[in-house]
């Protein structure tokens, strides 16, 4: 048969980095070798038992429902925004959908416009605007500005094209850094994105692993042009669940009907059981309140430890503010890692798993220059069920007793030090 040609900006994608990594992890171990999972992000605690409980409850749920979302289910995730947020929205400007990744796909493609990137982000974002046929503009950062995007930055990626409508899509805290703003930062960049016009996506899955609890979003100072995003993946362990959340402004309605529209031509509507069952999470309890407090403090002490260790052994990077994740730099490592042949981020995470069996995943992944030795590493390959029951039956809950609980990650520090120093 004829080969069939593949569309233009889809023939040169390649399969995410982040699953490549969990995939090339799990086959490794099938195989024997011991591997530490310190590549691909995901929540190591388990879905709150209510909210599996609502969904057994609802696994008869079978009909279709409204392409927008199951309306009790906006209405929950409304009181949620209200009530940990202070962000007021109405249902009708609440879109569900098979995970917030599909949702900012959807809206790069309804949407004529470029993408602007803060340099790092997370892997998806580029490949999607690659899919759809936008322009990628990215706005560069610094390990000292903790790789978070500046206002005078944010508005020099404005001018570029000027005539060109741009869509800026803000995470944080971060992936792959878990830097996060201020509400001063989030102020200055919210008056270049007004001054612009800029259509934001922000970004906040990880809003609620926060490690101080105060989380705040860019809509509360640019409420006309932000979209938020959110869902079940992070805070609430439910990543394949896929169920996604957009909240829109008045002033972005159309977006949202466009929106609607390409959704019911493509995924019709979410999981029925699914989106009951997550009417529990979003209304939150007492103990999915002292569930998401304790999540925190667990990937609080984790984060501090990697990152003391790896401050010990001259690897540099912010700490993080929430997430599971850091963004070791391993410059300090150049010229050694060149004598053995590792000039890239890539050859790094390749002779790293190789030799030692550490999965992480290389910064130019993230859109750094291939040449730089940074990568994304995420502490979370432990036991987070035990490690919740442990921290649930202390009242101040030790560092040491969390860490002895965390052989993997110990181990992990250890085995990298012994590489590093060969």
Same mark, same amino acid.
């Given at each position: 048969?004829?080969?069939?040609?593949? @569309?233009?900006?889809?023939?040169?994608?390649?399969?995410?980095?982040?699953?490549?990594?969990?995939?090339?992890?799990?086959?490794?171990?099938?195989? /024997?070798?011991?591997?530490? @999972?310190?590549?691909?992000?995901?929540?190591?605690?388990?879905?709150? &038992?209510?909210?599996?409980?609502?969904?057994?409850?609802?696994?008869?749920?079978?009909?279709?429902?409204?392409?927008?979302?199951?309306?009790?289910?906006?209405?929950?995730?409304?009181?949620?925004?209200?009530?940990?947020?202070?962000?007021?929205? $109405?249902?009708?400007?609440?879109?569900?959908?098979?995970?917030?990744?599909?949702?900012? !796909?959807?809206?790069?493609?309804?949407?004529?416009?470029?993408?602007?990137?803060?340099?790092?982000?997370?892997?998806?974002?580029?490949?999607?605007?690659?899919?759809?046929?936008?322009?990628?503009?990215?706005?560069?950062?610094?390990?000292? &500005?903790?790789?978070?995007?500046?206002?005078?930055?944010?508005?020099?990626?404005?001018?570029?094209?000027?005539?060109?409508?741009?869509?800026?899509?803000?995470?944080?805290?971060?992936?792959?850094?878990?830097?996060?703003?201020?509400?001063?930062?989030?102020?200055?960049?919210?008056?270049?994105? @007004?001054?612009?016009?800029?259509?934001?996506?922000? $970004? *906040?899955?990880?809003?609620?692993?926060?490690?101080?609890?105060?989380?705040?979003?860019?809509? *509360?100072?640019?409420?006309?042009?932000?979209?938020? #995003?959110?869902?079940?993946?992070?805070?609430?362990?439910?990543?394949?669940?896929?169920? /996604?959340?957009?909240?829109?402004?008045?002033?972005? @309605?159309?977006?949202?009907?466009?929106?609607?529209?390409?959704?019911?031509? #493509?995924? +019709?509507?979410? +999981?029925?059981?699914?989106?009951?069952?997550?009417?529990?999470?979003?209304?939150?309890?007492?103990?999915?309140?002292?569930?998401?407090?304790?999540?925190?403090?667990? !990937?609080?002490?984790? +984060? *501090?430890?990697?990152? $003391?260790?790896?401050?010990?052994?001259?690897?540099?990077?912010?700490?993080?503010?929430?997430?599971?994740?850091?963004?070791?730099?391993?410059?300090?490592?150049?010229?050694?890692?060149?004598?053995?042949?590792?000039?890239?981020?890539?050859?790094?995470?390749?002779?790293?798993?190789?030799?030692?069996?550490?999965?992480?995943?290389?910064?130019?992944?993230?859109?750094?220059? &291939?040449?730089?030795?940074?990568?994304?590493?995420?502490?979370?390959?432990?036991?987070?069920?035990?490690?919740?029951?442990?921290?649930?039956?202390?009242?101040?809950?030790?560092? $040491?007793?969390?860490?002895?609980?965390?052989?993997?990650?110990?181990?992990?520090?250890?085995?990298?030090?012994?590489?590093?120093?060969?």
């Amino acid at each position: 048969m004829k080969k069939i040609p593949i @569309r233009q900006g889809i023939d040169t994608l390649v399969p995410s980095a982040t699953l490549l990594i969990n995939e090339r992890s799990k086959q490794l171990a099938s195989e /024997g070798k011991k591997i530490y @999972r310190l590549g691909f992000g995901q929540s190591p605690f388990p879905v709150p &038992e209510e909210v599996v409980t609502a969904l057994t409850k609802s696994a008869h749920e079978k009909d279709y429902l409204p392409v927008q979302g199951l309306l009790q289910l906006r209405k929950a995730v409304a009181r949620h925004f209200s009530t940990h947020y202070g962000l007021t929205y $109405d249902e009708s400007r609440i879109m569900i959908g098979p995970g917030s990744k599909e949702l900012i !796909l959807g809206l790069q493609m309804v949407c004529d416009a470029d993408l602007l990137l803060p340099s790092p982000s997370w892997v998806s974002y580029e490949p999607q605007a690659q899919i759809v046929g936008s322009s990628v503009h990215w706005i560069n950062t610094s390990q000292k &500005e903790n790789w978070l995007a500046s206002p005078e930055k944010l508005a020099e990626a404005c001018t570029i094209n000027p005539e060109r409508q741009k869509i800026l899509i803000l995470n944080y805290p971060s992936n792959p850094v878990g830097s996060s703003y201020s509400v001063d930062e989030l102020k200055a960049l919210a008056e270049v994105c @007004r001054k612009y016009h800029v259509l934001v996506i922000a $970004d *906040e899955i990880y809003g609620a692993l926060t490690y101080s609890g105060d989380h705040h979003s860019l809509a *509360e100072f640019y409420p006309e042009g932000t979209v938020v #995003s959110g869902g079940l993946s992070k805070w609430c362990g439910a990543g394949g669940w896929r169920l /996604g959340t957009f909240c829109f402004p008045e002033e972005l @309605r159309h977006v949202l009907n466009a929106m609607m529209a390409l959704a019911s031509e #493509s995924f +019709s509507a979410v +999981s029925a059981p699914v989106q009951y069952a997550a009417i529990t999470a979003f209304d939150g309890s007492v103990e999915i309140e002292k569930y998401l407090r304790n999540s925190r403090i667990i !990937l609080k002490i984790v +984060s *501090e430890y990697v990152h $003391d260790q790896l401050s010990e052994m001259k690897v540099t990077m912010p700490k993080a503010q929430g997430g599971f994740y850091l963004f070791p730099d391993f410059s300090e490592y150049h010229s050694t890692l060149e004598h053995r042949g590792i000039k890239t981020s890539t050859e790094f995470c390749e002779k790293l798993l190789n030799e030692t069996g550490i999965a992480l995943l290389p910064g130019v992944a993230f859109g750094r220059p &291939e040449n730089e030795l940074t990568c994304r590493l995420s502490f979370v390959d432990f036991d987070g069920a035990k490690l919740l029951q442990l921290v649930d039956n202390q009242t101040d809950p030790n560092a $040491d007793t969390i860490l002895d609980n965390c052989p993997a990650i110990t181990e992990s520090m250890n085995t990298l030090r012994g590489w590093l120093k060969q």
